[in-house]
């Protein structure tokens, strides 16, 4: 007897294809038959509701944040209550493996306000293959697979400093590159407006993507500006695809602040050319206009050049403060995107300091009127006394760029999910039926099924994974089930933390990680390691 049967149901099975009603049988972790509505009987389990749901392949998260938080909180409810059945790790160029002690403690900080920077956890894994076995002895809920970040790479054979690597470095960086993707991970990202990856350039770029391309991976760039000099910085991503032959993938590929407004449809011609030469170039994005990310992040690259330590020695040198003061309000810091921080759009999300709890759910703007100093006094006040770790909104995006490039043949879903702090970002909880509810049914941006394939079978196919992210005999069972007619997310930026509407059931490798909408903590997911040699992952 099997262990379950959807019975009767809407298929929707991640192609793009129009959706079909059958029935579907679920043993073993996999889907191992799929036949006419109504025709198969005798399982251990049956799920009959098929007047009010429909069944899609699990939603493939391809920017996640959860690097820490899958060991910490393994239940991972935030993603799991979304139908996300797999997430990328290891984004944004920064991130824990492959690492040393040295490089630990200063990544530890330096994306607190991403991960937390928990006391209580035992980070004694230093390699890629040992963190993925730790994912995999904490029983973690979705899958998980993992890019090598290239800032750590930098930070470890570099160091935190603003200079060229030489020759012997950038072959220290390639070996452990080569030596992270033979041990599991499936590309490189970058994060190229943090230290200490942003000091890499485009020739030391080339020369690791070319280890990437060997191994069959894809590179996952964080681009140099998402605001002034956009453009160029995804011309500079395509034409190293372009020159070394890597597979890109423009990590939460937006156009944000005003000189951007309307402009999509040019940078969506910049990978239409290139898709024309023969470039392998996807994208993914989140459905909502402010991004996310550290306050910290908006110094100049200068100010952090040496690590978290020397940026704070900088800050409180008078001298060396009013340089920076300047770079953020008058020329515009590169760590804010080429732009002039406008302190009206920079709201407070998480601190790690609870003294300043206060100034979560306000911008900088706000608190500076109300401590009657200048807002970049009070930015360098919090960066002070949070020790860096504090998070951001950042209002910053156009509706017309977010619609525009979420139409796009090559694009994906994204999190880019910060799970700390008090008021997170709200797409850490509604990405995806958001994309679902607002985005497919509510505007008709994408139709269902064209939508479902965003967020399922076109990635699974930029991951090479191996039999999954399509609804197919001899496939992994990650399925969602979601009622079309009320799926939405419900998470606000006032009230974020709210459980989707509409998902009543999810499925992680044949097991119910939600059902009928309440969490099982049965914890089913797993590592998912590239094989190099067979160029797929699974």
Not at 285 to 312: E, K, N, Q, R
Request: include cysteine; charged fraction near 20%; glycine fraction near 10%.
């Amino acid at each position: 007897m099997a262990d379950l049967l959807i019975r009767d149901i809407d298929i929707i099975d991640g192609t793009g294809s129009n959706r079909y009603r059958g029935d579907v049988v679920v043993d073993g972790g996999l889907i191992t038959r799929i036949a006419a509505p109504g025709t198969v009987t005798g399982a251990a389990r049956t799920i009959d509701e098929g007047e009010t749901l429909a069944l899609a392949p699990g939603f493939i998260d391809m920017h996640a944040h959860s690097d820490l938080h899958l060991l910490t909180e393994p239940g991972h409810f935030a993603k799991l209550s979304q139908g996300i059945t797999t997430e990328v790790l290891g984004q944004d160029g920064l991130s824990y493996a492959p690492i040393d002690d040295a490089a630990l403690a200063v990544v530890r900080r330096q994306i607190a306000g991403w991960n937390g920077n928990p006391a209580d956890l035992d980070f004694s894994w230093r390699t890629v293959a040992e963190y993925l076995d730790r994912l995999d002895s904490a029983r973690i809920s979705p899958n998980a697979a993992y890019l090598v970040p290239q800032g750590t790479l930098r930070l470890m054979v570099v160091g935190s400093h603003e200079r060229a690597a030489t020759a012997a470095e950038i072959d220290r960086m390639r070996a452990l590159l080569a030596q992270a993707l033979a041990e599991g991970a499936v590309g490189m990202s970058s994060g190229l407006t943090y230290t200490p990856g942003m000091y890499a350039g485009t020739s030391e770029l080339a020369a690791l993507c070319e280890v990437v391309a060997e191994a069959g991976g894809f590179y996952a760039p964080h681009t140099r500006s998402y605001g002034a000099g956009a453009l160029e910085a995804y011309a500079e991503m395509i034409e190293l695809s372009r020159r070394t032959g890597c597979a890109l993938h423009l990590t939460h590929a937006t156009m944000n602040f005003g000189v951007n407004r309307g402009r999509a449809p040019e940078f969506l011609a910049l990978v239409d050319a290139a898709l024309a030469d023969g470039c392998d170039i996807s994208l993914d994005t989140y459905p909502y206009l402010p991004g996310s990310t550290t306050l910290s992040a908006l110094l100049p690259s200068w100010a952090m050049s040496g690590g978290p330590d020397a940026a704070l020695e900088r800050i409180a040198d008078l001298p060396t403060r009013l340089r920076i003061a300047t770079d953020v309000t008058v020329h515009g810091s590169d760590g804010c995107h080429g732009v002039v921080v406008d302190w009206e759009t920079i709201q407070i999300s998480g601190v790690a300091n609870r003294e300043l709890d206060r100034c979560i759910g306000r911008t900088v703007h706000e608190i500076a009127a109300e401590w009657d100093m200048p807002p970049v006094e009070v930015f360098f006040d919090l960066l002070t006394r949070d020790q860096l770790a504090t998070t951001i909104l950042q209002h910053v995006g156009h509706e017309e760029n977010v619609r525009a490039i979420m139409r796009h043949s090559r694009h994906m879903g994204g999190s880019d999910a910060l799970l700390v702090g008090e008021r997170p970002h709200p797409r850490a909880w509604g990405t995806f039926p958001r994309y679902l509810g607002r985005y497919s049914r509510e505007l008709g941006v994408l139709g269902l099924e064209e939508c479902v394939h965003h967020l399922t079978g076109r990635p699974a196919q930029r991951l090479r994974l191996r039999e999954r992210g399509l609804i197919r005999p001899g496939y992994a069972a990650d399925l969602v089930l979601f009622d079309p007619r009320t799926v939405a997310d419900t998470a606000t930026f006032d009230n974020p933390k709210q459980q989707a509407h509409g998902i009543p059931y999810v499925l992680v490798n044949g097991e119910f990680a939600i059902d009928a909408g309440t969490p099982t903590d049965v914890r089913a997911g797993r590592a998912l390691r590239m094989n190099t040699s067979r160029k797929e992952t699974r």
